[in-house]
């Protein structure tokens, strides 16, 4: 057993009554961390107590809440990607007792086996997915590999297409959406190609968070991703938007991180 082995089996939603949340494609590049650490954001905002867990080498998703500003609401970061086979325990890779939403970013090169793992008891799925020939390859390959997982006894897998950087009406477009035919698998969310998700990147927000002017534009297609991933809270988020008008920046709070050290 090695350690991406031990870092999903440590966090199958066992401990506490939660979302669990999904980022997968196997090919690095897609959007998974942006992804992630934006819904992260987002259910935040929304007063909820959602845990980031950092499986990607890279880090990524770990270096975006140490950018995060102290006044945002409170996401608990877990970074996986540190442990290692020997010394990993299950408590160091948990999610706090109070967690709403266990929000997965996996990495990229994630074999059948890696897959089944990642996503076994998930509430929710979501792949990333770009237009050109080499996405959607992988992105066959990786979709192929989830659904045999569900046909050798698992249950069945909720999976959502994101269309990352996709633009309508184009080559690439036409070519995701026969994929996708094949498989029927729905595109839950197009994401445009916006300098919006860099600035969220750079610093520390999710895109909710960022001022409603300046990301008027690429709203709507997170909110209905955000309606698609957590579909049993849409009726107090509606009820919310009404309040409040549609998704803006959150509310106080601090950025927890839990680290898995090496020994």
Known sequence: MDAKDLHFRACQGELVTMKKIVIVNSKGGSGKTTIAINLAATLAAEGGTPALL?????????????????????????????????????????PPNDCTALIIDSPAGLDRRGLEAATRNADAILMPVMSSDIDIHAATHCIADLLLGERSGTKAKRIGIVANRVKPNTRGSTRLKNLLNNFDIPVVATLRDSVNYSRSAETGLGLTEMPSWQVQKDLEAWERLVAWTCPADNASRSASRESRGPMRAGLGG?????FSRQS
């Open 54 to 94: 950092d499986l990607d080498p890279q880090g990524s998703s770990t270096r975006w809440l140490g950018q995060r500003p102290t006044d945002r609401p409170v996401i608990t970061g877990i970074e996986g990607f540190r442990s290692n086979g020997a010394a990993t325990r299950s408590f160091q890779l948990s």
């Open 254 to 258: 601090v950025v927890r991180l839990a």
